[in-house]
């Protein structure tokens, strides 16, 4: 596969439905996730690559439990137990994924989940928000020469900055940013779309949007505003109590998000100012100059016998002050679209 299949401008938005931890721990379910992905018109399936112990330690202290979020007071390594995808399902995820056509890849938390990743051969990588920040990671995946997709989330410019050079010290080639708000779910007034075109032309990026909100409003706006990825947790349904469910799009959703999107697509087009056909058929409705009573030959032109009126047939409204004051050179009936042949001289 290439490795421009996803960042060419010339491109369709790339939609990436993110599995996470919405399988359950149920291979089944993961692969009917892929399935309903499909269904719903995604072009790519993600999934995240560590486990509890590659990812943080054991430990019950106050530093490893959560605060302030929808997993409050549990421990990192028991959140991370329930969520992680169990790494000998992958391969077996990739060919079921590669069956439909679907590109499938994944989000590595360390190095030795890079180098798993690479023996799979999936042909890209992704950072997580909350890995923008380790270096020697992004230097890892830079190195694979795969094209990379880091979401900024929590970043500040200086630490995307920072994260971009040092990809491309390390001899990455494709990259790019994902605008992010690592709020789950994320509020709307907290998602600053605007950032997304600053992105691209700041960094010299593909720019996208990884979404966590609860709707399909976001992407959308973000597919105006020049999003080329576009990222959304997708689970079968959100009955379905797991970590990621609450703020994840059920398949009905996804697809409506799909089509959305698309329907934006086709809209961006090019600058043109052309008339297109449709628009032609219309045209003929335009205002221009028509005699709005009976006149007589030698009679003078006033406001009360010519109007700028709809269809277009006469002559062109910016005449109508040139007329005021001449002679009609013949006698015209009303509604007869104005020409330069009926006035004298």
Not at 104 to 122: G, Q, R
Not at 164 to 190: D, Q, W
Request: charged share 25%; glycine share 6%.
């Amino acid at each position: 596969m290439p490795n421009n299949f996803m960042f060419a401008p010339e491109k369709p938005i790339f939609i990436v439905a993110e599995m996470s931890a919405n399988h359950n721990q149920d291979y089944d379910r993961a692969v009917a996730i892929i399935h309903a992905a499909h269904e719903a018109g995604a072009d790519a399936v993600k999934i995240q690559t560590y486990t509890p112990d590659t990812i943080t330690l054991d430990c019950d202290n106050a530093f490893f439990r959560i605060k302030g979020t929808l997993w409050e007071g549990r421990t990192l390594h028991d959140l991370y137990s329930e969520a992680y995808t169990p790494w000998e399902w992958q391969p077996k995820l990739m060919a079921e994924a590669r069956k439909l056509g679907l590109i499938f890849f994944s989000t590595p938390f360390d190095h030795t989940a890079v180098d798993f990743l690479e023996e799979m051969d999936t042909p890209c990588h992704k950072i997580a928000s909350f890995e923008l920040v380790d270096i020697p990671l992004i230097r890892k995946v830079a190195a694979t020469g795969k094209p990379v997709i880091m979401s900024t989330g929590m970043a500040t410019e200086d630490e995307i900055e920072e994260a971009v050079t040092a990809f491309r010290g390390a001899g990455g080639g494709e990259l790019a940013l994902l605008k992010c708000t690592s709020a789950y779910p994320a509020p709307p007034e907290e998602m600053n779309l605007r950032t997304i075109p600053y992105l691209n032309k700041r960094f010299g990026v593909t720019a996208g949007l990884s979404d966590h909100t609860m709707g399909i409003e976001m992407p959308i706006g973000a597919a105006a505003l020049g999003a080329k990825i576009i990222e959304k947790h997708f689970c079968l349904s959100r009955s379905e109590d797991g970590p990621d469910s609450s703020f994840s799009l059920e398949p009905g959703e996804f697809r409506a998000m799909v089509e959305g999107v698309r329907m934006i697509e086709k809209a961006l087009g090019e600058i043109s100012f052309d008339l297109t056909e449709k628009q032609r058929a219309s045209a003929v409705f335009r205002r221009s100059l028509f005699v709005t009573r009976k006149m007589r030959t030698g009679e003078i032109f006033t406001d009360d016998n010519i109007r700028s009126i709809r269809p277009s047939d006469g002559l062109h409204p910016r005449h109508y002050d040139e007329l005021l004051g001449r002679r009609a050179a013949k006698d015209i009936e009303r509604g007869t679209p104005l020409s330069w042949d009926v006035v004298d001289g």
